[in-house]
T-cell receptor
Framework: DTAVSQTPKYLVTQMGNDKSIKCEQN?????MYWYKQDSKKFLKIMFS???????INETVPNRFSPKSPDKAHLNLHINSLELGDSAVYFC??????????????FGPGTRLLVL | GEDVEQSLFLSVREGDSSVINCTYT??????LYWYKQEPGAGLQLLTY?????DMKQDQRLTVLLNKKDKHLSLRIADTQTGDSAIYFC???????????FGAGTRLFVKA
């Protein structure tokens, strides 16, 4: 009965590979997010979807492509992985994208290590 | 997090009060949040305050907002070792869809 879940929890891969991270929320929320947390714990928004539509697309390399098949899922595909992609990636969701309903609930994170 | 600033570290003794400070830049921010991140876990919402409030208390947590100085603080009374974590301040701006997070304050609680 986890609210926001991500798979896998750990991902170790070689440079140049393509990988996907999946996120699912069972809270009935309309909005989902991907964040990247670097080694210094700095948290940066990457993407946000509201009802399957992209609403935030920060300056992220186009090797990163989010996909939202339905409003309960937001997956992140990364092509041609680079060493600098090593980080913890957090998925989050919120009821809506305005006001206090925007309070975000975070998943446990996916720890990506690129060798 | 360049628009939301926090000190990086705070060390307190068990039983003392902890005060974590945050400054933000956008005076139009509507909601301000405090999140807690324990090792190996995601962020957990602790509390929030609306920008027209000065103070909010929730059990051991007290949030103070000085809107003139754009300063937010989180006070944890009777700090316990289980409070050791990273605390993130975040602001929600009017318009747009972004919540901006600070870099996090690492709270160490000594027994």
């Amino acid at each position: 009965d986890t609210a926001v879940s991500q798979t896998p929890k750990y991902l170790v891969t070689q440079m140049g590979n393509d990988k996907s991270i999946k996120c699912e929320q069972n809270l009935g929320h309309d909005t989902m997010y991907w964040y990247k947390q670097d080694s210094k714990k700095f948290l940066k928004i990457m993407f946000s979807y509201n009802n399957k539509e992209l609403i935030i697309n920060e300056t992220v390399p186009n090797r990163f492509s989010p996909k939202s098949p339905d409003k309960a899922h937001l997956n992140l595909h990364i092509n041609s992985l680079e060493l600098g992609d090593s980080a913890v990636y957090f998925c989050a969701s919120s009821q809506a994208s305005g006001g206090i309903q925007e309070t975000q609930y975070f998943g446990p994170g996916t720890r990506l290590l690129v060798l | 997090g360049e628009d939301v600033e926090q000190s990086l570290f705070l060390s307190v003794r068990e039983g003392d009060s902890s005060v974590i400070n945050c400054t933000y830049t956008d005076s139009s921010s509507t909601y301000l949040y405090w999140y807690k991140q324990e090792p190996g876990a995601g962020l957990q919402l602790l509390t929030y305050i609306f920008s027209n409030m000065d103070m909010k208390q929730d059990q051991r947590l007290t949030v103070l907002l000085n809107k003139k100085d754009k300063h937010l603080s989180l006070r944890i009374a009777d700090t316990q070792t289980g409070d050791s974590a990273i605390y993130f301040c975040a602001e929600r701006r009017t318009g747009g869809f972004k919540t901006i997070f600070g870099a996090g304050t690492r709270l160490f609680v000594k027994a």
